[in-house]
C-alpha cells in the first residue's frame, strides 16, 4: 500500500494534482501508531488548508468527534496529528469527516509531499503562462475593438474579434481557472463558501454573457476582463504556494540528519545492515569513522572524536569514550565505536528538535495578517451586494435580465480583492529583491511583516556574532623554528585547531609518518625527532611553559626533549558585529547573547560587541525557555543562529536569520539567511522590513479606499464589467507601483 492510499474519492478532484483511482482507497488503520502511554495517533496530510481559518475548521471539527482527545494541524508541513485511546475511534471515521469538511487526506509521508508539492506548484505556474496569454492577447484585439466603436468599426467585425477573443479565452479560462473552479467545487460539496467562490461566479457570469453578447452581435464582450482576472489572482496564488513550500523545509532538512541505516552487532558477532526503523533499546551498533548515530545511545567500547555540534552548536570536535553518552545525528570523525541503543528513531535528539521545530512554525503560521483578515468578509459581503443590485436592477429598476445581470458581474468583478491580494506579495517581492542586494535571501514571505515588529533580537556567539573559525592569537610569542615544526604535524590534521596552526605557518612539508590518537592529538617524525601535537596531558604541558593565561582555546606541542609549547586560540568574531549592536540598541531594540558555549569565551564575545545581557551553556530547550519567557512578557523576539542546535529556537521565534555558514537544518528553520563575514545585513533587513510594514499599510488603506469608491458605482450601474476589469487591474497596478517604491536604496547599507 502507498503513501497515497489515504485519500478521500469524493474531495480527489477538487484539486490539482490528482492521484489514480487505484490509489484511492479509505483505509488508513495500518498508518496508525501505537504509543507507550497507551494513546493511538495517525498523521495525516493535508490538502486545501489555506489560513488559519482551515486550521480552526479541522481542528475543531475533529475534536468534536467522541473519543478524539487532540487534532493538531500545522499549516506549514502539511501535517495532521490526531491522538485517541482505545477503540473509541475508527481511522476511517477521522478520514471521512476530513473529507466532509471539504478536505483531502493522505498518509503523511514527507517525499510524497513534497513531489506533491512540487507538482501543485508546477500546476500553478502553467496556468499563470496560460492566463497571461490569454489575457495579453485578448488585450490586443480589445484595443482594436475600443478604438472602432465610434463608427469606423462595423458590426460584422467587431463580432469578428469577438469571437477571435472567445477562441482565446473560453479554453484559456478552462485550463487557468481550475485552481479557483476545482477550489470552489469543493468547498460548495462540503456545503462551505469560500474566496474563490465568487471568483469562479464571476469569472463564469462574465464569459457567458460575452459569448451571449456575442451570439447577438453586441457592442460590448467581456472576454479581457476574465482572463485579466485570473491573470492577477493566479500570481497572488503562486505567490503563496512558493513561500509555503520554503516554510516546509525545515523539518524535512533535520531529518536527512537522521542515519537511514545501521550496522547493528548480532549475538554471535556477525553484522547485519539494518533499517534505522528497525533497532531496538539495547542493541548494539557499530559506528565506523565517518557514521552517524542513527539513535541515542551510550558508547560501550572504543574512543573517538565526534562532531557534536548538533547539540552544543561548538564546531571543535570532541573526544568521546566507553561510558559516553551519545545523540543521534552526531557524526564519528576518527575510530571506531560499538553504540548501546538507548531509544528507538522517533524518540532520539533529532525527532526531538524536528517536533520543537514544526511547533515554532506552527506558531507562526497561526500569525493572522490583515489581508486574511479582511477576506474573512469578502465572500459573504460581496455575495449579498451582487444578489441585491441584481435583484435592485431587476426587479425596481425595471432595467432587463441583461442589465440586471451584467450590473452583478460588475459587482462581482471590480470588488475582486485583487488590490488586496496583492497589497502584501508585491511588497514582499520588492523587499526580497533589494534584501538580495544586500546579501540577504528572504525565505518566508510573512516573516517581513515580523521581523518589522520585533522588539528583541537574540544572538548565538559561536558563527553568527564569531565566524566559526579559529586565529592563533599568540604567534608572536611562540618561536619561529617551533612554529614551523608544529606547522609540518598541524597539516597532517583536519582538526580545526590544527588548520589554524597550517594556516598561520602557510605552505610547508608534511611530518613523516603522521598519526592521530583519538582525543589526543597527533604525532610523527619531524626532521628525524617524534613530534606531538595535541592535548597538554598527552603532550606534557603546563601553565609554566611558553604561551598566554591559562584556561584559554590551546593545544600543546613538543618535539624531542625540548620544553612544550602552547598554542592559543580565539573565534574570530565579525568585524563590525559591535557596529551591528549598536544600531538595533539605538533602534530601541533590546540585545542579548544565548550561547551552548562555557561563560568565560561567552563572556569575552559578549563584552567585545557590546551585548550586556548574555546567558552561556544552553541546551535548545533552554534557548526556547527564553524566547517563550520574553514571549510571556509582550516582547517579540528575533534570533540569530547557525548550529543544529540553534534550529528550534529559529523555528520558535518571532522572526529569525541564519548565516549563509551555517548547517541546512538552521538555514531551513530561518526567515531569512545572509550571505558574507558581515553582521551588517541583519541590521538592513530588520530596516527593509520595517520599511516594507509601512509599504502594506498603504496598500491595504489603497485597496480599502478602493473598494468604498468602486462598490457604490458598480452597485449604481456607472460601471461596466469592462470598465470594472479595468479599474480591478489599476487598483493592482497601483499597488504594485507603491510597493517598487521600496526597489530605491543605496546597495549594501552601512551600519551607523
Not at 639 to 665: I, K
Amino acid at each position: 500500500m502507498s503513501t497515497a492510499d489515504i485519500i478521500s474519492p469524493e474531495f480527489a478532484a477538487a484539486d490539482a494534482p490528482s492521484f489514480p483511482d487505484d490509489a484511492r482507497i479509505a483505509d488508513p488503520a495500518p498508518f496508525v501508531r501505537f504509543l507507550p502511554d497507551g494513546t493511538k495517533r495517525l498523521d495525516l496530510s493535508i490538502s486545501g488548508a489555506r489560513c488559519g481559518g482551515c486550521i480552526v475548521k479541522i481542528e475543531n471539527g475533529l475534536g468534536a468527534m467522541s473519543g478524539v482527545e487532540a487534532a493538531r494541524l500545522n499549516l506549514s508541513t502539511g501535517r495532521l496529528c490526531v491522538t485517541w485511546r482505545g477503540d473509541r475511534v475508527a481511522p476511517k471515521a477521522i478520514v471521512a469527516k476530513i473529507t466532509d469538511l471539504g478536505f483531502r487526506a493522505t498518509a503523511f509521508d514527507p517525499v510524497a509531499a513534497q513531489s506533491e508539492e512540487d507538482s501543485e506548484g508546477k500546476f500553478l505556474l502553467r496556468c499563470l503562462a496560460v492566463a497571461g496569454f490569454a489575457a495579453a492577447n485578448i488585450m490586443l484585439l480589445s484595443v482594436a475593438v475600443w478604438a472602432g466603436q465610434d463608427g469606423e468599426m462595423g458590426p460584422a467585425t467587431r463580432t469578428m474579434l469577438h469571437w477571435v477573443s472567445a477562441a482565446i479565452a473560453l479554453p484559456a479560462a478552462a485550463f487557468a481557472g481550475r485552481p479557483f473552479f476545482r477550489s470552489a467545487a469543493g468547498a460548495l460539496k462540503a456545503r462551505r463558501a469560500n474566496m474563490d467562490v465568487p471568483i469562479s461566479l464571476a469569472v463564469i457570469l462574465a464569459l457567458g454573457m460575452s459569448v451571449y453578447e456575442t451570439l447577438n452581435h453586441g457592442r460590448d464582450a467581456y472576454f479581457d476582463a476574465a482572463a485579466m482576472l485570473l491573470f492577477f489572482l493566479l500570481i497572488g496564488r503562486y505567490l503563496d504556494h512558493h513561500l509555503r513550500a520554503k516554510a516546509r523545509a525545515s523539518a524535512k532538512k533535520l531529518l536527512s540528519l537522521q542515519a537511514s541505516v545501521a550496522t547493528r552487532l548480532k549475538q554471535d558477532g556477525d553484522v547485519e545492515v539494518v533499517s534505522a526503523r528497525d533497532i531496538e533499546p539495547g542493541d548494539q551498533i557499530l559506528l565506523a569513522p565517518g557514521d552517524r548515530a542513527p539513535v541515542n545511545g551510550c558508547i560501550v567500547d572504543g574512543g573517538s572524536d565526534v562532531d557534536i555540534s548538533l547539540v552544543t552548536g561548538e564546531s571543535a570536535p570532541v573526544y568521546k569514550k566507553a561510558g559516553d553518552k551519545l545523540y543521534a545525528g552526531v557524526l564519528n570523525l576518527s575510530s571506531r565505536l560499538i553504540l548501546e541503543a538507548r531509544a528507538k528513531t522517533e524518540d532520539s535528539l533529532i525527532a526531538d528538535l524536528t517536533r520543537l521545530i514544526e511547533a515554532g512554525e506552527q506558531a507562526k503560521s497561526n500569525y493572522v495578517r490583515l489581508a486574511d483578515r479582511a477576506a474573512a468578509l469578502y465572500v459573504p459581503l460581496v455575495h449579498s451586494l451582487a444578489l441585491l443590485t441584481f435583484a435592485g436592477w431587476f426587479f425596481i429598476g425595471d432595467a432587463g435580465l441583461r442589465v440586471s445581470i451584467m450590473n452583478a458581474v460588475a459587482v462581482l468583478i471590480i470588488t475582486c480583492p485583487c488590490a488586496l491580494g496583492l497589497a502584501a506579495p508585491a511588497v514582499q517581492v520588492v523587499a526580497t529583491g533589494r534584501l538580495f542586494r544586500e546579501g540577504v535571501l528572504v525565505k518566508s514571505g510573512d516573516a517581513l511583516e515580523r521581523l518589522a515588529d520585533v522588539d528583541a533580537i537574540f544572538f548565538d556567539k559561536t558563527g553568527t556574532l564569531t565566524l566559526g573559525r579559529f586565529r592563533l592569537t599568540n604567534r608572536d610569542e611562540i618561536p619561529q623554528y617551533m612554529m614551523k615544526k608544529a606547522a609540518m604535524l598541524a597539516r597532517a590534521s583536519r582538526h580545526p585547531l590544527a588548520r589554524a596552526i597550517a594556516e598561520a605557518a602557510g605552505i610547508g612539508p608534511l611530518a613523516e609518518g603522521a598519526t592521530e590518537t583519538p582525543g589526543c592529538g597527533i604525532e610523527g617524525d619531524v626532521h628525524g625527532v617524534l613530534a606531538r601535537l595535541g592535548r597538554a596531558e598527552w603532550v606534557g604541558g603546563n601553565g609554566d611553559s611558553v604561551g598566554g593565561a591559562a584556561g584559554a582555546t590551546e593545544t600543546w606541542f613538543q618535539i624531542g626533549d625540548a620544553p612544550p609549547v602552547r598554542f592559543l586560540f580565539e573565534d574570530l568574531m565579525r568585524a563590525d558585529a559591535r557596529e551591528t549592536v549598536r544600531a538595533f540598541k539605538d533602534s530601541g531594540v533590546v540585545v542579548e547573547m544565548l550561547s551552548g558555549d562555557l561563560a568565560a569565551p561567552a563572556r569575552h564575545i559578549a563584552e567585545a560587541a557590546g551585548i550586556d545581557q548574555w546567558r552561556a551553556a544552553l541546551s535548545p530547550e533552554d534557548k526556547i525557555a527564553r524566547l517563550d519567557e520574553l514571549g510571556r512578557a509582550g516582547m517579540k523576539v528575533a534570533m540569530v543562529g547557525d548550529g543544529l542546535n540553534d534550529a528550534p529556537s529559529l523555528a520558535a521565534a518571532h522572526a529569525s536569520l541564519s548565516p549563509g555558514s551555517a548547517a541546512d537544518a538552521s538555514q531551513a528553520a530561518a526567515d531569512f539567511v545572509f550571505q558574507g563575514d558581515s553582521l551588517a545585513p541583519v541590521f538592513a533587513a530588520y530596516e527593509i522590513s520595517k520599511k516594507a510594514r509601512r509599504r502594506m499599510v498603504e496598500n491595504f488603506a489603497f485597496a480599502a479606499l478602493y473598494n468604498a469608491c468602486a462598490i457604490p458605482l458598480a452597485v449604481f450601474g456607472v460601471v461596466t464589467p469592462l470598465i470594472a476589469a479595468l479599474a480591478m487591474s489599476g487598483s493592482s497596478i497601483i499597488v504594485t507601483l507603491n510597493a517598487l517604491r521600496l526597489a530605491s536604496g543605496p546597495r549594501k547599507a552601512r551600519v551607523q
